[in-house]
């Protein structure tokens, strides 16, 4: 009979260790303990009364952190930190290939009874995951999926309580359990099926973040209001001002006996405080809202410039209706969504940050205009190569401002996250974050 061995399921033991950000160490261990208890109670025989798998997750310290690893199990540990922590995928599904043996020993450690309890707990996993985002979607799939709980001996209440307590934490939990149990590339696959999309290369449509991502900067009055340029100076002054009454208050501060006196100081301290750090979210909302903006124009007319069918609606076949429903048609219609939109509000977001002066502004408009369907697939690419690297010199610029104001330091991406990257821009600024920077896109 299989039993529960404390050297094994070391990955989730190095998880807390070298990630901050991913849930406790602890309470993963503690629950899997649980998961491992309940089924050598099945294997001996004895009634199931259902685990509480997913109970007390806080209450143990240290539980795997006097175990030694080896060095490769060390690695291992760390690159899954680096790839959770910076969400992303490829890199999570690259480590199934990479360190086979780590992803068996922690599959073997977590003491499934069978491939169907294993399935069954990584697939609960991926549906918590995507329900995890809202309260009313958490508990419409507890209440769907309570009878799949209860057979894997899991108590809905006690996943609700978690989940109640640290939605967050909730999770990051159900993330390292669904991976550790599947894998990541099949869970991660199997989200991609619940959520009815498919992980292939950019295709036809606009990815549904990216639309709703766009429409939620043109609710905000078409525009990026606020000159980040003028923003950024004034958070300077008031960064200076604010310092200053701070230093000005310390000193109050620590001349000051009477206890109510003092209160006062420390509350205008902290609403000072307050104050600049609003100011310094607002800036960075700025930033970000530019930089998608700008990602959102430069993929759908990289998409338009890779297409297949761009020889479809240029030159002699350009003057030529598109079959409805044709490849063509889309590539068409995915002009017109960027000559009449997606470019505008390019445009506005490079003002917003000041970015864009009067004869650049100038020479985009002649260039976006001159991608007709009469010019030669030549010079459509000709004119989009210019709009494209405008757009990433500017984009390159609302980066660097964005890092410079965060203390975001550089590093270099493997291949296969800014491939991920291509596929997915509405995980850029993740990216920068992650690494400081972002690659250049098409020509």
């Known amino acids: 009979m299989a039993t529960w061995q ?30 491992r208890q309940n089924n050598d109670i099945e294997r001996s025989g004895a009634n199931n009364v259902g685990l509480t798998a997913l109970q007390g997750l806080s209450g143990i310290a240290g539980v795997f952190q006097q175990e030694k690893q080896a060095q490769r199990q060390k690695e291992f540990q760390q690159a899954y930190a680096n790839a959770y922590a910076s969400g992303d995928r490829g890199a999570l599904r690259q480590l199934a290939t990479q360190y086979p043996d780590q992803i068996e020993s922690v599959r073997k450690g977590m003491g499934f009874i069978d491939e169907d309890q294993r399935n069954s707990i990584g697939t609960l996993a991926a549906g918590a995951r995507l329900a995890s985002s809202s309260p009313e979607a958490m508990q419409s799939w507890l209440q769907n999926n309570a009878g799949e709980l ?20 909730f999770g990051e939990f159900v993330d390292h359990l669904g991976m550790n149990s599947l894998g990541p590339e099949k869970y991660f696959d199997l ?50 001002r604010i310092n200053n009454e701070n230093k000005r208050l310390d000193r ?38 530019g930089i998608n903006t700008l990602t959102t124009s430069m ?41 009449s939109q997606a470019y505008l509000t390019a445009v506005q ?5 000041g970015a864009l002066s009067d004869a650049e502004g100038k020479k985009l408009d002649q260039a976006v205009g001159s991608l007709q369907n009469s010019q030669s697939e030549e010079s459509f690419r000709r004119n989009a190569g210019v709009i494209l690297n405008t757009l990433n010199q500017k984009r390159n610029e609302a980066v660097g401002k964005y890092v410079q104001q965060n203390g975001i330091k550089r590093v270099e991406a493997p291949q296969a996250s800014i491939d991920y990257l291509k596929q997915h821009p509405e995980l850029s600024i993740d990216f920068i974050n992650r690494y400081g920077y972002l690659p250049s896109l098409g020509q």
Do not use: C, H, W
């Not at 009477?258 to 960075?284: F, T, V």
């Open 299 to 339: 993929f759908t007319l990289n998409d338009i410039v890779s297409s297949p069918s761009l020889k479809s609606i240029t030159g002699l076949r350009g003057v030529i209706p598109n079959v409805p429903g044709s490849q063509a048609a889309d590539t068409q219609a995915r002009l017109d969504t960027f000559k």
């Open 252 to 289: 109050m501060l620590s001349a000051e006996t009477n206890d109510l006196k003092r209160q006062e100081i420390q509350s205008r301290i902290a609403a000072n405080n307050q104050q600049l750090q609003q100011k310094q979210q607002a800036l960075n909302d700025g930033y970000k809202d």
């Open 150 to 169: 209860a057979r894997v001996g899991v108590n809905p209440q006690d996943v609700a309580q978690m989940y109640q307590q640290n939605p967050r934490q």
């Open 191 to 240: 989200q991609d099926k619940m959520q009815g999309r498919q992980v292939t290369m950019r295709g036809q449509d606009l990815d549904s973040q990216t639309a709703a991502r766009n429409q939620a900067i043109t609710m905000r009055g078409q525009d990026i209001q606020a000159n980040l340029g003028q923003q950024r100076i004034n958070l300077d002054a008031e960064t200076n």
């Open 349 to 353: 977001a490079m003002r917003g940050m």
């Open 6 to 35: 404390g050297s094994n399921g070391g990955l989730l033991a190095g998880i807390g260790g070298v990630n901050s950000n991913a849930p406790s160490v602890n309470d993963i261990g503690n629950t899997l303990q649980l998961i």
